[in-house]
């Protein structure tokens, strides 16, 4: 796989209002953009630190993966995110290498990105997202 860099890492919060201070205040980061994934269910907040991003990730739907992780793990770590040149030969590896995936093809995610995840089973238990710029269709 060509990764190139982490791209960002993904925390599943109950709520990003509450959770801004933090970020803003104690640790002196700027959210730049906060934005709704409907098809994810998902609200997500991003600062910089870097050339790394970090994702808050707060569920819209008691039935979202964000929510059920949330239920189920609590608020903390979600995935990690690495940027490659192409999602699919990525993907493409993977599934030679046996890693069993969640996404066979690239779907849009935040910030416009094209994004593909990992099974953690098959991952040393970490969700891992592929992403790349997304292609403007």
């Given at each position: 796989?060509?990764?190139?860099?982490?791209?960002?890492?993904g925390?599943a919060?109950k709520?990003?209002?509450?959770?801004?201070p933090?970020?803003?205040e104690v640790?002196?980061?700027?959210?730049y953009?906060?934005?709704?994934?409907?098809?994810?269910?998902?609200?997500?907040?991003?600062?910089?630190v870097?050339?790394?991003?970090?994702?808050?990730?707060?569920?819209?739907?008691?039935?979202?993966?964000?929510?059920?992780?949330?239920?189920?793990k609590g608020?903390?770590?979600?995935?990690?995110?690495?940027?490659?040149?192409?999602?699919?030969?990525?993907?493409?590896?993977?599934?030679?290498?046996?890693?069993?995936?969640?996404?066979?093809a690239?779907?849009?995610?935040?910030?416009?990105?094209?994004?593909?995840?990992l099974?953690?089973?098959?991952?040393?238990?970490?969700?891992?997202?592929?992403c790349m710029?997304?292609s403007?269709?």
């Amino acid at each position: 796989m060509d990764i190139t860099h982490i791209e960002h890492l993904g925390i599943a919060v109950k709520s990003i209002e509450q959770s801004l201070p933090y970020y803003e205040e104690v640790l002196g980061l700027k959210c730049y953009n906060i934005e709704e994934v409907a098809d994810q269910k998902v609200k997500t907040a991003f600062f910089k630190v870097g050339q790394t991003k970090i994702e808050l990730l707060e569920p819209t739907s008691e039935d979202s993966t964000i929510a059920k992780f949330i239920e189920k793990k609590g608020e903390g770590i979600h995935h990690i995110a690495f940027a490659v040149p192409s999602v699919q030969a990525a993907l493409d590896k993977a599934a030679e290498k046996g890693v069993q995936l969640i996404d066979k093809a690239p779907r849009p995610g935040a910030e416009g990105m094209d994004i593909a995840f990992l099974h953690p089973k098959s991952t040393c238990s970490v969700l891992t997202e592929l992403c790349m710029p997304g292609s403007k269709k």
